[in-house]
């Protein structure tokens, strides 16, 4: 690190090709590796090739996102009476919010690592008052790559004063291996009869929407390119997808999406214990990063599947609770399981 903290990085394996790299520095996914149907390996996530890059990584490629994953609305909230004033790090449309923990959050930290058996375990401690948030939180990740072909990535935290989290995972994948290439020929499933519209700021309204008839209805596998572009007022206002869909009730790890590229046959599906998913499909990239390899990463190259409680929920009494307090466990797990297809 620039103050001389060692950094390590870990590389887990498994039999059938696949290799997951981890990093102390903002718990990130550095890559992860998976052949295609003809066998072919390559790096399906977006990043950078050095500590250097990754310490300039303002666009939350791999990372660990905490304490509040996605926004909240003037970076403000209230908790048994006391108003907390959060950094607001983001204009959406001229809008300020707070965004994803704020001016450093657990993406710009440096995590503690630990290997057992096949999983690495990241341990940070988030004093009292850190990034505005209120009680000391005690965080693990663990990130574990099975014989099963599945990467697990798993959140844990406890506080000793009444807090608020939403711990979430911002891979950029992109199946096809080549960063080159746009993810809008990839077809997408979420398996959410709802989304959450938002305002101008991109704040959601509070509104649970129908997907059915919309460009928002992924309830069957459908081209992301398809209807991105689609004239649907959501859509304007988030310059693509960008958007929570509220998953189908349910208890414990269900499907939330599934991600399928057909030129090499590589599908990821995502299972999760939250309420919901954010689908981003790289509206910001604009070319303005160099990532791995030399690559820029161009408009559309790179969707984050990020499962999540809602956003701005402490704002929002008819949302999900964010609220942690003393004596109770976060607990977030999310499992991505990468298979290939035959052709078809
Ligand atoms: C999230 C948000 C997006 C954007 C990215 C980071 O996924 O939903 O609006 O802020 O993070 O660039």
New binding site residues.
């Given amino acids: 690190m620039p103050d001389g903290r060692e950094v390590n990085r870990f590389t887990l394996r498994n039999a059938h090709g696949m290799t997951a790299t981890v990093c102390e520095f903002g718990a990130v996914l550095v890559s992860l590796e998976m052949p295609d149907r003809h066998g072919q390996v390559a790096d399906l996530t977006l990043g950078y090739d050095s500590l250097e890059g990754w310490l300039g990584n303002?666009?939350?490629l791999g990372a660990t996102?905490g304490r509040f994953?996605?926004?909240i609305r003037d970076g403000k909230f209230s908790l048994d009476g006391n108003t907390y004033q959060l950094a607001t790090n983001?204009t959406?449309g001229g809008i300020p919010c707070h965004?994803?923990g704020g001016v450093k959050g657990f993406d710009r930290v440096l995590w503690k690592g630990e290997v057992r058996d096949n999983s690495v375990i990241f341990r940070y401690l988030s004093p009292d008052g850190e990034e505005g948030y209120p009680g000391n939180l005690d965080v693990t990740v663990t990130y574990t790559l099975t014989e099963e072909n599945e990467l697990l990535w798993e959140a844990k935290a406890v506080t000793d004063a009444p807090t608020i989290v939403n711990l979430?995972h911002?891979t950029y994948w992109n199946l096809s291996g080549d960063p080159r290439q746009s993810i809008n020929d990839h077809f997408l499933q979420i398996n959410a009869d709802h989304f959450l519209p938002t305002d101008a700021g991109?704040i959601p309204t509070g509104e649970r929407a129908v997907v059915a008839g919309t460009p928002m209805d992924f309830t069957t596998p459908r081209l992301i390119g398809e209807r991105v572009n689609a004239d649907f007022e959501a859509l304007h206002l988030?310059g693509g997808y960008?958007?929570?869909w509220v998953l189908r009730a349910g208890d414990g790890m269900r499907l939330a999406a599934s991600l399928f590229h057909p030129p090499t046959g590589r599908k990821m599906e995502v299972f999760t214990d939250q309420p919901a998913v954010?689908c981003?499909g790289?509206?910001?990239?604009d070319g303005s990063i160099l990532g791995k390899n030399g690559h820029s990463y161009a408009h559309r190259t790179g969707l984050?599947l990020?499962t999540e409680n809602f956003?701005d929920a402490p704002n929002q009494p008819s949302f999900p609770s964010a609220t942690l307090r003393p004596g109770e466990v976060y607990q977030h797990k999310m499992i991505h399981r990468f298979t290939t297809e035959p052709t078809v």
């Fill in positions: 303002t666009s939350y996102v994953g996605n926004r983001n959406p965004l994803h979430v911002h991109l988030a960008d958007h929570c954010q981003y790289g509206n910001f990239l984050c990020e956003p």
